[in-house]
């Protein structure tokens, strides 16, 4: 009986262990299979990768031996993160965007890119707001350090101006002012949205961000020709390529590489190297002639610095007037600042010095001003502003057109000289002149007003009326003047 039990005992436990064993197999088994299966996906992504990849090389080769191009599992990888940063605008990927990113992670642009990065953190977060304001992708951010590398004193060798390079004629058809005491294309909030109603438009003309964003090089008539060459109907950028300008065609590439390069920063091994900036900042309205360096007084702040936060202002003077309210962007302020001196500067009107008049078109391929360049040879007892009053032109642009880091000018050097500056045509005219003419009218805030009521009754959208007047907010006070511009 003992001897029979034990046997049972024997078998049960033999059972038993094959069970487990069983078990512990067939776990295994669904374990190598389930591995199997994320492996052969994975490989099926990468082969579909791949195959779009040396597809898509074809497409823009132009004279290149694509045939030598060759793309492995760190294109693949590349791919992959671009698919996981693509939001609306699509960031594709081939030789051309790789060209970029090459050079972008590449230690000779590891200064710039930090530099790039350090600016950002002021800029972009200024930018996307504006940008999702008016309905247009925040990734088109990244465009402006193609344009200009985030300078607002960047003038291109044809005249485009500013962080995102508007020309003239262009500024003036979404609002921008260009007088002698302002110029708005340097004005990081006022460009930013003229930039981001031209993409909006752009988009609604040709449906897709990477034209849209094309056409912000070279016009929307340059893609509308390079769409008809190319016989397609709703071609992509990559299809209507061969047919656009060089400088085009390196463009949308660029533009997808600093994106990807900056959007994945820390991966790249790019640290942001600090600006001047100050990134907390407030904004002040001003309705008369203030002077920057007697608020900079005010507030215990370097001119300069309140300067870097204003580059719009020409003559270191926010023109303000009770019909167009001026922005002056500061440093947030600190409980201890001296407000009855602030209070003192913003209330005590300097005393203009000349008449506010348009300024000429600076646009050097309708004026053929690039003909008309000069050299001025340095003379002794001279200086920047010496030599900009000369010429009447600015000393922010002397330093555009010649590379200039700061003011210091040696005697003997030779300065380039674009003809530009004020209109003596225009300047004949009175302030009074020009208003009567202008395309606005002044409204005065009466108590109950909305900014949302008053731009519904005038016709015009609210964000138009925020603009026109420079306010980042629609708080308003009675008695408070806006212009009201129907153009």
């Known amino acids: 009986m003992i001897e029979r039990k034990k046997t049972l005992l024997a078998i049960s436990f033999a059972l038993s262990t094959f069970c487990l064993f069983a078990q512990e197999s067939s776990i295994d088994e669904m374990r190598n299979s389930t591995q199997a299966i994320i492996l052969a996906s994975l490989d099926r992504e990468k082969a579909a990768i791949l195959q779009q ?32 940063l693509a939001r609306e605008v699509p960031l594709d990927y081939n030789q051309y965007v790789r060209k970029y990113i090459d050079l972008y992670s590449s230690k000779n642009y590891a200064g710039h890119m930090s530099r790039m990065l350090g600016l950002a953190q002021y800029y972009f977060p200024l930018y996307e707001r504006i940008l999702s304001e008016v309905g247009v992708p925040k990734e088109i951010k990244y465009l402006s350090i193609i344009e200009s590398a985030l300078n607002p004193h960047d003038v291109s060798r044809v005249g485009a101006t500013g962080p995102w390079q508007f020309m003239y004629g262009t500024a003036k058809m979404y609002d921008l002012t260009m007088d002698n005491y ?5 004005d990081p909030i006022a460009s930013s949205y003229a930039a981001a109603k031209y993409m909006k438009e752009a988009y609604a003309e040709f449906g897709d961000w990477l034209l849209a964003i094309a056409s912000y090089n070279c016009g929307k008539g340059g893609v509308k020709r390079a769409i008809l060459r190319s016989g397609k109907i709703q071609p992509s950028f990559w299809e209507v390529a061969p047919f656009l300008p060089k400088e085009t065609r390196n463009y949308i590439p660029a533009y997808i590489a600093m994106t990807y390069t900056l959007g994945y920063a820390q991966d790249n091994g790019i640290e942001a190297k600090e600006s001047d900036l100050a990134l907390n900042t407030q904004v002040l309205e001003i309705d008369k002639f203030v002077s920057i360096s007697e608020v900079a007084k005010a507030i215990d702040v ?66 053929g001003q690039l003909s008309a360049a000069k050299k001025h040879q340095v003379r002794k007892g001279e200086n920047l502003a010496f030599i900009a009053k000369k010429y009447n032109v600015s000393v922010q642009n002397l330093k555009a057109w010649n590379n200039l880091k700061n003011s210091n000018v040696r005697v003997g050097s030779s300065l380039l000289v674009k003809s530009g500056g004020v209109n003596n045509r225009l300047a004949q005219k009175t302030n009074a002149s020009s208003a009567k003419k202008s395309n606005f009218s002044v409204y005065t805030v009466k108590k109950g007003d909305t900014l949302s009521g008053i731009a519904s009754n005038k016709g015009i959208s609210l964000l138009k009326l925020k603009a026109d007047n420079n306010l980042s907010h629609s708080r308003l006070k009675p008695g408070m003047k806006l212009k009201i511009n129907k153009g």
């Open 53 to 84: 990849l040396d597809s898509i090389k074809f497409v823009n080769a132009g004279e290149q031996d694509v045939e030598g191009v060759v793309f492995d599992i760190d294109d693949v990888h590349v791919v992959r993160k671009l698919n996981a």
């Open 182 to 186: 302002v110029d708005e294309r340097k």
């Open 302 to 367: 370097s001119e300069e610095s309140l300067k870097l936060l204003n580059p719009a202002y020409k003559k270191g003077i926010v023109n303000g007037s009770d019909e167009s309210h001026r922005r002056l962007i500061i440093p947030e302020l600190i409980e201890d600042i001296n407000r009855e001196q602030l209070y003192l500067a913003l209330n005590t009107a300097v005393e203009k010095p000349i008449q506010v008049v348009e300024t000429a078109n600076d646009d050097i391929r309708v004026s």
